[in-house]
């Protein structure tokens, strides 16, 4: 059943809000992107702001601000390389680490049914920061691909980055207390 819009006519155009990706639309195409890794030691207002599960030493865990799906987490290194071979064996092995405590907090948080684990080496690799590398980690569930991204390029996630966050940082704090 077709609604009607303010002129009493036909409105068919379903409408999906996501004012979270403003920001992205806002500046998508420019020339100078600031690299999200790189950032200092920060208050608990900033983690949030920056959506930081985890700062340790030598690496980071932060939400996608725009995910593939609900608790699209990535896992990247302070140090400024872009792919694994230029890390020391200690920044892999504490990448390693963090990505495996990163997939056990999100298993309990969220229960996924599975997970997509992988790294976008290099702009044509479809890598946002291609400069600065980072592993994302994907929860993913039974029945969680849908018409709307193959038929409108719109993805439908079911929780806000909001919630998300709130959800994973305390489990988040455990992984600090041990790693750092």
């Not at 700062?55 to 609900?70: D, I, W």
């Not at 479809?126 to 600065?132: I, N, Q």
């Not at 029945?143 to 919630?163: A, I």
């Amino acid at each position: 059943m077709a609604r009607k819009n303010r002129d009493g006519a036909d409105d068919a155009m379903e409408r999906l809000w996501a004012p979270w990706r403003y920001e992205y639309i806002r500046t998508a195409g420019s020339k100078s992107k600031a690299c999200i890794f790189c950032f200092g030691e920060l208050t608990a207002r900033g983690r949030k702001q920056r959506l930081v599960l985890y700062q340790g030493a030598h690496a980071v865990v932060m939400l996608n601000r725009y995910p593939y799906n609900n608790g699209h987490v990535m896992v990247a290194p302070h140090r400024h390389v872009a792919s694994p071979e230029h890390l020391t064996p200690a920044e892999r092995n504490l990448l390693s680490e963090l990505v495996s405590r990163s997939i056990e907090q999100l298993r309990k948080a969220l229960n996924p049914s599975g997970m997509n684990v992988g790294a976008n080496l290099g702009r044509s690799a479809g890598a946002g920061f291609a400069d600065h590398m980072h592993w994302h980690i994907v929860p993913r569930w039974d029945g969680d691909t849908n018409f709307m991204t193959v038929l409108t390029s719109t993805r439908v996630l079911s929780q806000h980055l909001e919630s998300s966050f709130q959800a994973l940082a305390p489990l988040f704090k455990s992984i600090e207390a041990q790693i750092s």
